[in-house]
């Protein structure tokens, strides 16, 4: 891409990381978009296959861009929440707090269940445009395993999740993405840990030094997406957050594939 038809991508990315573009919604017109953003067509499609590969857009039928997300499912009505008649604190430290909560389901007699609260973590995919994510190869204890994993950390006091995916992606590998997009925020033990994981998608890295995070890092690589559902099958994939990145990223690429061939 040269430096216009680069500044457009950058434009339109930063509308659908805004929700200026809405999930569900159709994009303006190619002759609209080529008018207001004052870029010829050709070089206009370039910026749209480029977002349609990376899953940030779909397409209907000929030229109609719509934002992915729109679902149809209703949400259910008339159903009661658990009522939290109080808690207590059991163990506390830096690092994790284990409480009991005095709950009751409805319909069920309260009792006490078990919560642990863990931090607020930030986790981020980075493509590059040879359809590579870049990822660590580390050894983690607790399984006494090696494995693939996207670069994230705990999001500190008075940080946005955002700065912690850039910083965090900096301090592990060295490369630093031009711009990071916030795909979903999810819990990955519902039932009882509550560590909200926000996971976003970086593109355009640039190298800018050597980790930092010489505890973090492990092996540093470039690994072609097209490589992912095997090293999933040979459990080489590690952690929830890692997962459903990759999940979100190969899904998106998926359905863009099924739509444009219609």
Do not use: C
């Amino acid at each position: 891409m040269g430096p216009k038809t680069a500044k457009v991508y950058e434009t339109i990315r930063a509308r659908l990381a805004s929700g200026e573009y809405a999930p569900g919604d159709k994009m303006p017109s190619e002759r609209m978009l080529s008018e207001e953003l004052g870029i010829g067509r050709t070089a206009l499609r370039q910026v749209l296959a480029r977002l349609l590969a990376e899953g940030a857009l779909e397409v209907r039928g000929r030229s109609s861009y719509r934002v992915p997300g729109a679902v149809s499912v209703a949400t259910p009505e008339g159903l009661e929440p658990w009522r939290i008649h109080g808690e207590r604190d059991l163990y506390d430290n830096r690092w994790v707090k284990l409480q009991l909560w005095d709950v009751e389901p409805p319909g069920v007699e309260r009792f006490e269940h078990h919560v642990v609260k863990l931090h607020h973590v930030a986790i981020t995919a980075v493509l590059d445009d040879q359809d590579r994510v870049l990822m660590m190869w580390r050894y983690r204890f607790v399984p006494q395993q090696w494995g693939w994993e996207l670069p994230g950390g705990i999001v500190d006091e008075g940080e946005q999740p955002a700065e912690t995916a850039l910083r965090e992606v900096v301090e592990e590998t060295g490369w630093r993405p031009k711009s990071v997009e916030h795909i979903v925020t999810f819990q990955p033990m519902v039932g009882m840990v509550d560590s909200p994981h926000e996971i976003f998608v970086g593109h355009g890295a640039e190298q800018v030094g050597s980790p930092t995070d010489l505890e973090e890092a492990g092996h540093i690589e470039w690994v072609p997406l097209s490589d992912i559902p095997g090293l999933m099958a040979r459990g080489e994939l590690m952690g929830s957050g890692t997962l459903v990145a990759l999940l979100h990223i190969l899904a998106s690429r998926g359905k863009q594939g099924v739509t444009t061939a219609r």
